[in-house]
């Protein structure tokens, strides 16, 4: 009973107080839901990862490798086999099928150990029309519609395989991948006879590589993920911003009835138990609340997440969601948490208030000039394990650490900036209402400090994430014009076809360029090596960092490479180290280039080198110099004379088009997580502005009394909101500019691997200044209609005596 | 005539039906002059002080103030009369929180443009306020905060000062003092004084005394 009498006691506030509480579920449902909702994204990324990884057990079953990273001759598998071993072939490549590239893997399912099936071959007619030519093969439902029509043995759909991946019988993987006899690697079988010839007597070139825990993918994505879960809990902080702040209030507010039910017999800890069960179950309704929506945020993020991983990683990730129960209690976990953060402080006032209190509500988060000091010194000390973790520090954690000291810091030196600047004012101030405007804004600056803090995060990474990827994109537009230098792109179908292009094409263009490549293991990672001809497109406009003097020479005479930035930085190489290329072949490093997107090493030598090392090497691509205008004619001549599809003959245009497109939705869902924690910002700010509203009565009334018309209160409320949201976006700037630089100079090197230059986009900060104050316009909207529409009895009863 | 009231009338709209506040009141005051009015709670004293302060506007009759007629006055009217010839006192003080006792005491006035530092040092000495000059409301005692806001009030040299229970919030000794200082600070300028309480014996140390009974003059 008596509980029952004092949750009512509690509830009851609510009751009058509905847009507070509406504020508080909406917080930390936004809260949770923009938390939730990129962990979903992650999550379901990663499963996805993982099925690739497990393929063939290679996350569970040790494999023997060439030490070179080479494709090895098939009868070693047979020489370990006769010695004991019970090992399985595997050949792995890409193929071609029209313009559909799929990886194969070739397998033979009669040594294949049971860990490492893949795939259902138990019926004997399954068996043999897997064995015998033409074969079958094995792929996904979504590859299957890839290959529809194209000229592939028969398909047959697994939902056990990844994407883009086809496994074959071992003898067909052979034949469509040109390497007759070869085998990438050998799956070790977990139980070997006891006695066994030692691998180095039976195959000396070989090496045992231990399974492969985590997967390429999952660690070449890792640093999009992270990036993702930093955004997620921005968003998340910013929401909690709104909670902590409408918690407070309540708590503020029910100081009276809290002493009222102290002395009537409620202990410290029943009346905090009693809160505490009510700040549960708000949490539990606002959780789920905010774990469907976080729900519909994860599908509406996930088909450009899917976009983004497969042209930046080329990980092919499902675009429709499927959530394990986990997720759901993660997320309404999340949200009792959050709850119990916010909401730590003021049960700890609760439980140590003492009885005799005075019983009027205190002012508000009042900062007291020793609570400003304490926080400006707070805010120091993070800006200065901001510098010192940018100076010493390396590492992706070591760059969000960096990101997160400069943004807390911030938000906390924002108030204490605030009131120095609002004081300043305040001294310059003649009329009497201007030094009332500047006084009063610097009283109101402790009410709204949470949400100007919540705006100056979300402006901070707005301009931040804004100028990193302009900065990327202008970069990126230039490095393109440089690199796709060629007017048209060819592919032949067959190694028959390009030798009768290449002597076709050669008196009708200025040059016919070879791309071709080879893929193999360079330093212990998987990487592209591409030949390049000895020509001045290259010598022109091939996007060098960094060069030894006659670096194109030395390419061309076969002495020489040139790499990538991500290899350079990854392993951190320098001009004149030498390079171990696969086959055992060795080079000097004469140049480094950018080569934006791509996560792979690459290393780029002369062509006729590529073809002396790696005569298998495939010849089907080409770049052709023409004058552009002539481009279309050729085209139309390439098909008349060779039938080629359009497909197959890429011009200039639409592969920058297409590269741009990758770009564009590599940040998209940066931009939405951005536009949503902009909106949770705002959010905070109308839940901080409204609030306030209710507060503002008897501050305003005086004035109305000592001769102010309503409308002059109005249009001077508004002004301080707008003082306020521009002296935050000023404040913001920096902020931003700064994390533009640690996600530039730290943060994107250690996840891709490569360093863009910085530009300024001031046209962009003006224009997010515009929507800042609209933002805290439309915030404002509904409180000040509110004081604007005020009856006079309203204002009147500030003044009764029986109030 | 400083104001003159002639049939004024005053009711709201309450879950049972118009309730009648205020009914025919007649009353006039001159320059110099002071009057208190007395009543019990619910008497209309107040209502009647926020409709010739024109905060509120009645359903019928007529107020001059300063020899405008309120009713052809708009919001910015009554505010600009309010702003320029009439001071009001509350019991609840009503100081601004962000300005601290000078600025306070210099709002009104400034916002009269009839700022006068002289003028305001002597009030300032006067009410006893000169040591707290730089502090805030909330640092000030109820009669400390009272002397402010009779002092903001005064500073402006209002040609009317409305005041409503003054003294409510102060004990005694206190509120006795601070009405002293009050009614020889309005007659050394030579404004009306109009005061409401409920105390007959404070009532009794003004020029002249009326009495509401259930929103009528008794």
Avoid: C
Wanted: aromatic share 6%.
């Amino acid at each position: 009973m008596m509980w029952r009498a004092g949750l009512q006691a509690l509830l009851s506030h609510w009751k009058r107080s509905p847009l507070q509480l509406a504020m508080l579920l909406l917080g930390l449902s936004l809260a949770t839901a923009l938390w939730s909702g990129v962990q979903a994204v992650n999550a379901q990324a990663r499963a996805s990862y993982d099925r690739a990884a497990a393929t063939l057990g290679r996350d569970r079953l040790d494999q023997l490798v060439a030490a070179d990273g080479n494709v090895f001759s098939q009868e070693v598998f047979v020489d370990l086999r006769r010695a004991g071993w019970l090992v399985s072939p595997v050949l792995e490549g890409d193929a071609r099928f029209g313009t559909t590239r799929i990886h194969l893997i070739g397998i033979d399912p009669l040594t294949l150990p049971a860990e490492a099936q893949q795939v259902e071959l138990s019926s004997n007619d399954d068996l043999i029309s897997f064995m015998t030519p033409p074969g079958v093969m094995i792929v996904s439902e979504a590859t299957a519609a890839r290959l529809s029509g194209l000229d592939t043995p028969p398909l047959r759909i697994s939902k056990d395989v990844p994407a883009d991946t086809a496994i074959v019988d071992i003898s067909a993987a052979q034949r469509l991948l040109g390497k007759p006899e070869q085998v990438s690697r050998l799956i070790v079988a977990p139980e070997q006879p006891l006695s066994q010839t030692p691998l180095a007597d039976v195959a000396g070139t070989l090496v045992r590589k231990a399974p492969d825990g985590e997967g390429d993918l999952a660690r070449l994505t890792d640093s999009f993920h992270l990036n993702l879960t930093a955004f997620g809990m921005l968003a998340f902080v910013v929401g909690l911003f709104i909670v902590y702040s409408a918690i407070g209030l309540a708590f503020e507010q029910r100081r009276p009835v809290f002493r009222t039910l102290r002395s009537l017999g409620f202990s410290a800890k029943a009346l905090t138990g009693l809160l505490l069960a009510e700040l549960l179950f708000f949490a539990l309704v606002a959780g789920v609340a905010g774990v469907v929506l976080g729900y519909g945020i994860a599908s509406l993020l996930l088909p450009d997440v899917a976009a983004t991983l497969r042209g930046l990683y080329g990980a092919d990730v499902p675009g429709v969601l499927s959530l394990r129960p986990s997720w759901w209690a993660a997320g309404v976990g999340i949200a009792v948490g959050g709850t119990l953060v916010s909401a730590a402080q003021s049960l700890w006032r609760v439980w140590h208030m003492p009885l005799l209190a005075p019983a009027q509500p205190r002012a508000w988060a009042r900062a007291s000039e020793s609570a400003l000091r304490i926080q400006a010194l707070a805010a120091l000390g993070l800006f200065g394990l901001t510098a010192a973790l940018a100076h010493w520090g390396s590492g992706l954690v070591v760059g969000f650490s960096v990101l997160a000291a400069m943004l807390m810091g911030a938000a906390l030196a924002l108030p204490v900036l605030l009131a120095i600047l609002l004081s300043l004012m305040q001294k310059q101030a003649r009329g009497p209402l201007s030094f009332w405007f500047w006084a009063d804004s610097r009283q109101q600056l402790p009410g709204l400090s949470l949400s100007l803090m919540a705006l100056l995060l979300a402006l901070a990474a707005n301009v931040g994430v804004g100028t990193m990827v302009s900065s990327f994109r202008l970069t990126f537009t230039g490095w393109l014009d440089q690199r796709l230098a060629a007017e048209l792109y060819i592919t032949a179908r067959t190694e028959d076809e390009a030798a009768r292009l290449r002597t076709w094409l050669n008196p009708r263009v200025e040059a016919v360029l070879p791309i071709w490549n080879t893929e193999g293991d360079v330093r212990g990672q998987p990487a592209q090596i591409y030949g390049v001809a000895n020509h001045a497109t290259y010598r022109n406009n091939w996007p060098l960092l960094q060069s030894v003097p006659d670096v194109w020479d030395r390419v061309a005479s076969g002495n020489s490479a040139i790499i990538n930035e991500q290899l350079y930085r990854r392993d951190g190489l320098k001009l004149g180290d030498t390079l171990t290329l696969p086959g055992g072949w060795q080079t000097q490093i004469a140049g480094i280039y950018s080569d934006y997107g791509n996560p792979l090493a690459q290393v780029m030598v002369g062509v006729d080198a590529l073809s002396q090392h790696y005569p298998e090497v495939s010849r089907l691509r080409y770049g052709v110099r023409l004058n552009p205008a002539k481009v279309p004619a050729l085209r139309e001549d390439l098909g008349r004379d060779f039938d080629l599809p359009p497909q197959n003959m890429v011009d200039q245009a639409a592969i920058k088009q297409t590269s741009l497109d990758i770009f564009e939705k590599t940040f998209a869902v940066t931009a939405v997580l951005n536009v949503l924690t902009l909106g949770v910002a705002g959010v905070a700010m109308f839940a901080s502005l409204m609030t306030l509203s209710g507060m503002r009565l008897p501050q305003v009334a005086p004035l109305w009394a000592m001769g102010l018309t309503r409308r002059s209160l109005v249009w001077l409320e508004l002004a301080r909101t707008m003082v306020l949201a521009v002296l935050t976006m000023v404040a913001a700037l920096p902020v931003g500019i700064g994390l533009a630089w640690v996600l530039l100079a730290i943060v994107n090197v250690e996840a891709f691997g490569w360093r863009l230059p910085m530009h300024l986009f001031p046209a962009d900060w003006a224009r997010l200044g515009g929507l800042s104050v609209l933002a805290a316009l439309f915030a404002a909207l509904i409180p000040l209609r509110r004081l604007a529409r005020l009856a006079p009895t309203d204002l009147l009863k500030v003044f009764a005596n029986e109030r | 005539m400083l104001l003159a009231l002639h049939g004024v009338s005053k009711s709201y709209e309450t879950a049972e039906g118009p309730l009648a506040v205020l009914q025919d009141i007649d009353l006039d005051l001159k320059a110099g002059e002071s009057l208190s009015l007395t009543g019990e709670s619910g008497s209309g004293k107040s209502t009647l002080l926020h409709l010739i302060a024109g905060l509120d506007s009645p359903d019928l009759g007529q107020i001059r103030v300063l020899d405008m007629d309120m009713a052809t006055l708009d919001d910015s009217g009554r505010a600009a009369m309010r702003r320029g010839g009439v001071g009001l006192v509350f019991q609840q003080f009503n100081l601004i929180p962000s300005l601290d006792v000078s600025a306070n005491l210099a709002f009104h006035a400034k916002l009269a443009g009839r700022h006068d530092p002289a003028w305001q040092a002597s009030l300032t000495e006067r009410l006893g306020l000169t040591s707290l000059l730089h502090r805030y409301p909330e640092q000030l005692s109820g009669g400390q905060q009272q002397r402010v806001a009779i002092g903001r009030t005064l500073a402006a040299r209002p040609k009317l000062v409305l005041a409503d229970e003054p003294t409510g919030n102060l004990d005694e000794a206190t509120g006795d003092s601070v009405l002293a200082l009050m009614l020889s600070l309005v007659a050394e300028t030579g404004a009306g004084l109009l005061m409401v309480t409920h105390s007959i014996r404070l009532a009794d140390q003004l020029d002249r005394r009326i009495h509401l009974r259930g929103g009528r003059i008794a």
